[in-house]
Each structure stands twice: as C-alpha cells, then as structure tokens.
C-alpha cells in the first residue's frame, strides 16, 4: 500500500522560504515520477515541480521557475520541494503524487494515482 505524508508547510512572510518533505512507503520514489501540485482555495490542482524516475531530471511550472527546487534522497525515500522567495500567490495546500511508471513526467494531476494528505503552506504581506 502506498502512502504518502508531507509535512513542512507553515505561515511565512513574502519573500521568506520554507522546505516541504513527502515521505513515502510502499514504493521506492526512485523508481516512479514524483509530483508537488497545489490547490488554492476556489482554484483547481494545479501543477507545481516533477522529478523523474532514476535521473531525477527537474521540471518546473513557469510561475515558480527559479524560486522553488525538487530533489529527493533515495536513501531516505523522501522527495523535497524548496520553496524560496514565496509570493502572496504561492498560498495554497500542497500535495506531492507518485506518477505512473514513465520516462518524463506528466504535469497532469490525473496521471498521478497516489497522493499525500496535503500540507498548507500560507504565505503573508
């Protein structure tokens, strides 16, 4: 049974940074795209950073291009998201997800069948 647990999130100030953690079990992430998205409130899931399989190529939504950073450690079994220079938009819960087995990931939250519980991350003027 795969289970997913981010943790990290939190209240910040614009400009500040914060590092979410999406510890996983039943699966090893090496093996599997690995996905952060984040859902405001009234907004739909929207994609934020994947990380391929084996590699760990790094890809990035243009609004957070530059700011944030994915990497995971394999001996760990956790994937990390480094959220810098946070935005008043950045607000929202973010959800990592583990992709179906393929060579680049998808941005497409339905290609991704298991996720975490959601962290919120709440960023203020």
């Known amino acids: 049974q795969v289970q997913l647990a981010e943790s990290g999130g939190g209240l910040v100030q614009a400009g500040g940074s914060l590092r979410l953690s999406c510890a996983a079990s039943?699966?090893?992430?090496?093996?599997?795209?690995m996905g952060w998205f984040r859902q405001a409130p009234g907004k739909e899931r929207e994609f934020v950073a994947a990380?391929?399989?084996?590699?760990?190529?790094?890809y990035y939504a243009d609004s957070v291009k530059g700011r944030f950073t994915i990497s995971r450690s394999n001996v760990r079994n956790t994937m990390y998201l480094q959220l810098n220079s946070l935005k008043l938009e950045d607000t929202a819960v973010y959800y990592c997800?583990?992709?179906?087995?393929?060579?680049?990931?998808?941005?497409?939250?339905?290609?991704?069948?298991?996720w975490g519980q959601g962290t919120q991350v709440t960023v203020s003027s």
């Open positions: 039943g699966l090893t992430l090496s093996l599997y795209p």
């Open positions: 990380i391929s399989r084996g590699s760990g190529t790094a």
């Open positions: 997800a583990a992709g179906r087995s393929r060579a680049v990931p998808s941005t497409s939250a339905q290609d991704f069948p298991s």
